[in-house]
């Protein structure tokens, strides 16, 4: 198995932090009512991303969505009181959840990515609608933002996120397909997450990273899951399932691959080569645009 640590322990994916990451604040140790964090936290997520569509005159109004918004911020909140608890408390719940990350049929698709921050204030205002009283939580966060899930992966890329614990994290524990493999170093800068966590001590030094060679792994799904301990024992993780793609063996020799061949084609944010000569063999590949990365990855080898 082949992993080093990373020198840029950021990553250069910040897309799913640079809205999102400030609404964690609701999660430091207060009481809030549900409409009190909604304002504070979910109403801005709405009007960026939902409010287009789910408004009167809009697609989802044309489709007969159940639920619309309006600019009005408290009627917004009532109107997810509404349909989350109906017709028992927290009967739509996980409805709102799957259908925001583009499950449950959403027209819209995804509009918000698994695991993002945004997410999470999206989920953490789904437990407030759904309890009777507020309670009192304690900081607990882990997210692994690499690998993205749903993606494939190829070659030597990120493995990556961050953690933060009101009583301190311990240390990061990666786990692939169930079974243990190492710990993450752990104590990387991330002025993000301290500015979302002020009243945390040392989140501004919560980031994980380390250089992971997915080549390691099989052709096809895997889990890669994120086990954040604290200095009392507690743990909380965070999961994604991708999908491998890799030749037959390490690409090693400085003049293995010739385009000289080939020919490609482009469609969207994918390049499609045909006949590509990699240490002698043919292949056809295709290769996408993938944020997280900055740069293009291989998702198909044929």
């Known amino acids: 198995m082949t992993r080093n640590v990373s020198t840029d322990l950021f990553g250069s994916h910040w897309v799913l932090l640079a809205v999102g990451l400030s609404l964690w604040l609701s999660q430091v140790a207060t009481a809030q009512t549900a409409k009190d964090f909604y304002l504070s936290n979910v109403e801005t997520i709405v009007q960026g991303e939902c409010i287009v569509c789910h408004r009167s005159g809009g697609n989802a109004d044309s ?40 499950g449950a049929g959403h027209g819209g698709g995804a509009v918000i990515s698994q695991g993002s921050p945004d997410y999470e204030a999206f989920s953490a205002y789904m437990d407030l609608l759904t309890e009777d009283e507020p309670t009192v939580t304690v900081v607990h966060r882990v997210a692994l933002e690499e690998p993205v899930a749903g993606e494939i992966h190829t070659g030597v890329g990120n493995l990556r996120g961050w953690a933060v614990a009101t009583d301190g994290i311990s240390k990061v524990e990666i ?48 889990t890669i899951t994120a086990v954040a301990h604290t200095a009392t024992g507690a743990t909380q993780e965070s999961s994604a399932s991708f999908n491998v793609v890799k030749f037959d063996t390490f690409i090693a020799a400085e003049n293995a691959v010739d385009l000289n061949e080939g020919s490609c084609s482009l469609s969207s944010d994918e390049i499609s080569i ?4 990699v ?17 293009f990855e291989i998702i198909e080898i044929r």
Do not use: C, M
């Open 63 to 102: 489709n007969g969505a159940d639920i619309l918004f309006t600019s009005s911020a408290s009627g917004n909140h009532d109107a997810f009181d509404a349909y989350v608890n109906s017709p028992t408390l927290g009967a739509k719940s996980g409805r709102v959840l799957s259908k925001i990350i583009g």
């Open 175 to 222: 786990f692939i397909d169930g079974a243990y493999e190492f710990d993450a170093p752990y104590g990387g800068r991330r002025n993000d997450v301290g500015g979302a966590f002020p009243d945390v001590e040392d989140s501004s030094d919560s980031g994980f990273s380390l250089a992971w060679n997915y080549s390691d792994l099989s052709a096809g799904p895997h």
């Open 274 to 277: 045909l006949d590509a000569r």
């Open 279 to 295: 240490e002698g063999s043919l292949y056809d590949l295709v290769l996408k645009w993938r944020t997280a990365e900055q740069g």
